[in-house]
DNA sequence: AATGAAAGCGGACCGCGGTCCGTTTGACCC
DNA sequence: GGGTCAAACGGACCGCGGTCCGCTTTCATT
């Protein structure tokens, strides 16, 4: 449908515009991929099988991509995005219109919930920085937002990211495997964030 | 020098006492790969380059260490030991001798420092379980015991490990990339530190 | 329609982590 | 010493991520 406009605004979309065949074959691939990670799980879907799915050659997927990482990063993209919705613009106490630390609260269980369910897809997607990606900006931005609202004074983006750090896949997972039953840990991080938001107000 | 007392203490290391040249390979392996992560940086260590130093086959090092997180977990336990000996018995304000919370703004400062410092050793030695490295057990544990020394009532295992988490070498790498000072980053840790611990007393 | 150039393509190729299995070595008993 | 057996060895082998480069497709221009 972008197509019908091209015409009637040729100065906005010139600098670099890609050809054609690259935009369907990137799109071939992301599908395949959607598609594979949701049928085999993550871990099992190799490069080739995409491209082999996707009808392309290895070559294309890297060029599109860059690497393994990279393809699954706009996988994750995919998934989270219904989740940004509902951060954004769902039912309290998620979604505005609760309580700031009420929020806070159910941010926390939330994403918990969230990595734990995309836990294999996310640590596919994590290279050396899982951080980079825009699902951790997000979730970054919007506890620093809550802190804010919650009046506390500090160092926020700082602060936001040692309240999401203890989130982690790998740490929770970890937490798991050692005996902690879910409830106590989201008890934990819902203590660790009201000592938190505690100092202000 | 465990070999004179062996005859002396039979009983004791008999049930499943290893082969001499097993022992042998292990430690030319283990030698190996300290040398060489120390000369070539843990990155551009491959498993084949620590045979051939060692003088073994390759099925030999997979053997021993399971694989390459193994073998680097060893290497990195071998890195750390001096500095849990100064967090143990050292100076304080690391070491003991000086107030639970100085002590742990000590740790904060000197564990970040560290991570920082080892920080390809770590990620290299990181599975999808970085926190089951005894490292970071031994820093669970000694965050705990200063928090529990600072009368911090709670969930004290699971609040040491939410103040551990954002001193993670992915994490403040990132930090800095972001243009985020180290100091500043220290002083953060230090805030959200003395927040957790202010709850009490 | 013809043409030139560059953006894109794809599969042969490489290196590394990890496995497998036939062979060797060392420990223990006679 | 000789025999036995399990533990250990080592290198050929495999699969996957990632690169490279000669060939093809697209698109702007005329």
Redesign the interface.
């Known amino acids: 449908m972008p197509d019908a406009e091209r015409p009637l605004l040729p100065l906005l979309d010139d600098p670099p515009r890609q050809r054609r065949d690259a935009a369907r074959n990137r799109d071939a691939v992301l599908q395949a991929a959607l598609c594979l990670v949701a049928r085999e799980g993550a871990p099992a879907v190799t490069m080739e099988s995409v491209a082999e799915a996707a009808g392309v050659g290895k070559g294309t997927v890297f060029r599109r991509f860059g690497n393994r990482q990279g393809l699954m990063a706009e996988v994750l993209h995919q998934s989270e995005l219904e989740w940004q919705a509902s951060v954004i613009g769902g039912e309290p106490p998620l979604g505005p219109g609760a309580e700031p630390l009420a929020r806070l609260l159910a941010f926390g269980r939330s994403r918990l919930e969230l990595n734990l369910r995309h836990a294999d897809l996310i ?1 596919a997607a994590a290279g ?5 990606h825009p699902a951790w900006a997000f979730a970054a931005l919007h506890v620093r937002h809550l802190l804010g609202e919650c009046g506390v004074a ?2 926020l ?3 936001a ?2 309240l999401l ?2 989130l ?1 896949v ?2 929770v ?3 798991l ?1 050692e005996g ?1 039953p879910a409830d ?2 989201v ?3 819902s ?2 964030a009201r ?2 938001a ?2 202000a107000d």
């Open positions: 640590e050396g920085d899982r951080r980079s500090g160092d983006p700082l602060l990211t040692a750090a203890p982690d790998t740490i997972r970890q937490q495997r902690y106590r840990i008890a934990a991080w203590d660790l000592r938190v505690a100092a």
